[in-house]
């Protein structure tokens, strides 16, 4: 019998897992945005509500963390954290104390943001939370995820599917 889906842990689907800045660069009048948490409001990234540091601080954060398009944001702490979002553009801003999906193709990236927006995807991000009154979801608890992976030419038809689905419904 052929086999549809597979259980994978998340660090052998993604290329690399790893967040943004734990450092708390200076907010200026001007410069680049610097995405947190708060800037991943369903499923979408909204940098302009973000912080802006200046052009130093943007390049040391990403040379430690530079995100790419179709990389997945995941919020980490607080009231929003297991919000994921993905990187549609190659995108203009630093990031920190959220979580990155960093996929090996779109397709990839795209089905794993969608996967992670199912009830088995959210209940997943939940489990994986520790924390009472602050909640959060560690790097190595996002490193350790288990996902259900269908094959190739399933993964594509799931994709093109959800993608008209949410076309037809704009």
Do not use: W
């Not at 040391?60 to 297991?82: C, E, H, T």
């Not at 608890?141 to 994709?159: E, S």
């Amino acid at each position: 019998m052929k086999e549809f889906y597979k259980k994978v842990k998340s660090s052998d689907y993604c290329l690399s897992i790893f967040d943004g800045t734990h450092d708390s660069p200076k907010y200026k009048s001007s410069g680049f945005p610097l995405v947190t948490s708060k800037c991943i409001v369903d499923t979408k990234i909204d940098a302009s509500q973000a912080p802006l540091i200046s052009k130093e601080d943007y390049d040391l954060v990403n040379k430690r963390s530079a995100v790419k398009q179709f990389d997945i944001l995941i919020s980490m702490i607080g009231v929003n954290a297991g919000i994921v979002g993905l990187i549609k553009e190659q995108p203009k801003y630093a990031i920190k104390n959220v979580g990155v999906f960093r996929c090996k193709s779109e397709l990839d990236a795209r089905y794993l943001f969608y996967y992670l927006q199912s009830a088995i995807g959210k209940y997943n991000l939940r489990s994986s939370m520790a924390g009472s009154a602050q909640p959060y979801i560690s790097l190595e608890q996002l490193r350790t995820m288990l996902f259900y992976i269908p094959n190739d030419p399933l993964k594509q038809h799931i994709v093109n599917t959800i993608s008209s689905l949410l076309l037809k419904s704009l």
